[in-house]
């Protein structure tokens, strides 16, 4: 019993720059279950946070739709776009730049509810507010403190408070625990999960930490140079990665542990320009596998196993 | 360049009972109490801990650069190849920083000069200390291509390199006048995985050749297992476990550590759910009486609160500070199972 809650169709951001056009996302098509996690992984640069905010017109997507729930949003009106966001929130990677130094936690909270106009009294907010401190893990007594006062954990918290405050079906996680040291980012994963199961929540989360998606989705998608390379269920990416970034990428997690070394792939170079690319596949100046054709035309996006998809001209044969 | 072999002490560095404070308005924040790390000569040692445990303060007193005021290097010692540096003055510590000892920073982007060519950055280290016999550029171009940049981008500037080169110059920088020991702080923290693989995989080459110890401070377990000989665990400015890769990953002694590592999600099993250590770091200028660790341990029993734990020695390599252990039944292997 799987429904389709967001489906992105052939998305594209470029922007303007003096040197050309920086196509920071180039013709991304996938789709999220409703109650389901994709993680979206890639090397800086690669597009990832971009697609991120194009979904949610953050940034105005320069071609291709989103559709939410079934509805065109990309059509959408930008006061009819504000309200699409009571339902489609972001959590963002920093908690230090992300909250406003001069508000409270409680207002800090309370403002989406403020600016959607959710709950009639100040009183009937408060108590939204106190609830939703409780779902998140922040004590009670904090309710007046300000963000300065508190540790990148507790400023996380406050982020992922804000963005349940209006009961939301979709939330983008930029990043969420890339700033914070293991032992926080452990309890704000499990954290994460938890409001996910009780409230039935799909997340898009994006990361470039391998084996922190691997535990938290159920979709994998691998973004390159603003181009969807692959795309498959956790477990099946990481048995059989079929594109050779994606080889190189998971033999490059550092493993802690003293038993398993693995065979590395030590890619040569580093990742090419995003600006006026050309029709090629755009890994083809690192990959070890190159052949005539990589460098000739660009490779399409196919289904190779049910639910498995790759952009690799070594698949097409 | 094998001038490092031909020590006679056995240890490049040799750190102990080192207490830095930092005397602030609001108190006195203590950053490092009572360390000791030891670096055999040629080998890695890893000092692995979060934020705020004190690895940064630890790495920049080696070398004297602790901010001061407010920081204060209260007592201990720290010998480099038998010499105390504490001792030194500011004129002896200029010709062992960068030539004796350097040190590679978190971040490649604030560590270099903007305004000067890659290879000018590089031969000006090597100028000074008075390296490669009166021609620095050449030398110079020589390192560059040594961490694998084509000498002619020498006359480039860092905002011209990507982040992955910036730190290549960067190490190319500390190794130029073959130091005994390289201090890496977080060198791979900013860099994207498969250029850290790069990085990593050249810095445990170019080690090897120049036979330089290292001390790798990281917070990162799996870059630890890739590059370390040893490891110290480092906990509110204490070592409160330290031995060998062996030891420490598979016979781990102090619920820290065990915490560390269940904190990770666990490839192999990506259902596994994830064991967080509960609650924060302690506040450093305001250390809890007993163990440092005592309030946020799952093990924890009355005498953890009141009384510091001592250092018990499971085998000549591995020890631990925790009261879980005593001189029985550490020799069995601990109490905490994996």
């Not at chain 1, 408060?126 to 400023?155: C, F, I, S, W």
């Not at chain 1, 065979?263 to 090419?272: C, D, H, M, N, P």
């Amino acid at each position: 019993m799987t429904e389709q809650l967001l489906k992105v169709n052939n998305l594209c951001k470029f922007f303007k720059t003096s040197r050309g056009m920086l196509h920071a996302v180039d013709d991304v098509t996938f789709t999220i279950d409703r109650g389901k996690t994709l993680g979206v992984v890639g090397e800086s640069g690669c597009g990832k946070s971009t697609t991120g905010r194009a979904i949610l017109r953050l940034l105005e997507p320069t071609a291709g739709q989103v559709y939410f729930e079934g509805e065109d949003i990309s059509a959408l009106s930008k006061r009819q776009m504000r309200k699409k966001r009571k339902d489609m929130q972001i959590i963002f990677q920093d908690p230090f730049s992300s909250l406003n130094p001069r508000k409270t936690i409680s207002q800090a909270i309370m403002e989406p509810m403020i600016i959607h106009d959710i709950c009639e009294t100040k009183a009937e907010r408060m108590e939204k507010v106190l609830e939703l401190m409780d779902v998140v893990g922040l004590a009670q007594r904090l309710v007046n403190t300000y963000p300065h006062e508190l540790d990148g954990g507790r400023r996380q918290r406050i982020g992922i408070a804000r963005a349940l405050a209006l009961d939301p079906k979709f939330i983008v996680c930029d990043e969420p625990v890339s700033a914070l040291d293991v032992s926080i980012q452990a309890q704000i994963l499990n954290l994460m999960k938890e409001i996910q199961e009780e409230r039935d929540l799909t997340y898009m989360f994006i990361t470039h930490d391998l084996s922190v998606v691997n535990h938290f989705s159920d979709d994998i998608a691998v973004m390159y140079l603003g181009k969807l390379i692959e795309k498959a269920p956790s477990e099946e990416l990481f048995l059989h990665p079929t594109h050779p970034y994606t080889q190189a990428l998971l033999s490059a997690i550092p493993v802690p542990s003293i038993r398993k070394k693995r065979e590395r792939i030590i890619l040569k170079g580093e990742i090419t320009s995003p600006i006026e690319p050309k029709p090629i596949c755009r890994f083809a100046n690192r990959c070890m596998y190159t052949m005539d054709i990589c460098t000739e035309t660009e490779p399409e996006l196919r289904e190779i196993s049910p639910g498995h998809f790759v952009a690799c001209h070594l698949c097409e044969r | 360049m094998n001038e490092n072999m031909n020590n006679t002490n056995e240890f490049a560095l040799d750190m102990s009972d080192l207490v830095v404070e930092y005397r602030t308005e609001d108190g006195i924040v203590q950053a490092v109490n009572g360390l000791d790390l030891q670096i055999e000569h040629g080998s890695t040692l890893g000092l692995v801990g979060e934020t705020g445990a004190g690895k940064t303060t630890a790495g920049l007193s080696i070398l004297k650069l602790v901010p001061s005021p407010p920081g204060v290097i209260v007592r201990g010692s720290i010998l480099l190849d038998g010499e105390d540096v504490l001792k030194k003055t500011e004129k002896e510590m200029e010709k062992i920083r960068g030539k004796r000892v350097s040190m590679i920073f978190q971040d490649p982007m604030t560590s270099l000069n903007p305004v000067m060519t890659v290879e000018d950055q590089i031969a000006e280290v090597i100028e000074i200390h008075n390296e490669g016999g009166g021609k620095p550029l050449e030398k110079a171009r020589e390192m560059l291509e040594m961490v694998g940049i084509p000498g002619e981008r020498g006359r480039e500037y860092p905002h011209q390199f990507s982040g992955g080169m910036k730190q290549r110059v960067v190490i190319a920088m500390a190794l130029a006048c073959n130091p005994m020991l390289l201090i890496a702080d977080e060198p791979t923290t900013a860099l994207d995985v498969t250029i850290q693989a790069q990085v990593l995989e050249m810095m445990r080459k170019l080690k090897e050749v120049q036979n330089t110890s290292m001390l790798m401070i990281t917070h990162d377990l799996g870059v630890v297992a890739e590059t370390c000989d040893k490891v110290s665990v480092i906990y509110a400015g204490r070592v409160v476990e330290h031995g060998t890769l062996e030891d420490v990953f598979e016979n781990t002694l102090h619920p820290y550590t065990e915490g560390l590592f269940n904190s990770l999600p666990n490839l192999d099993d990506r259902k596994a759910k994830l064991k967080p250590i509960k609650g924060l770091m302690p506040d450093p200028s305001n250390l809890p009486a007993g163990c440092v660790f005592c309030p946020r341990c799952n093990y924890a029993c009355e005498i953890c609160a009141e009384e510091k734990p001592k250092r018990l020695y499971r085998n000549a390599t591995h020890y631990v500070e925790c009261h879980l252990y005593n001189e029985k039944n550490i020799l069995e292997g601990g109490v905490i199972g994996k």
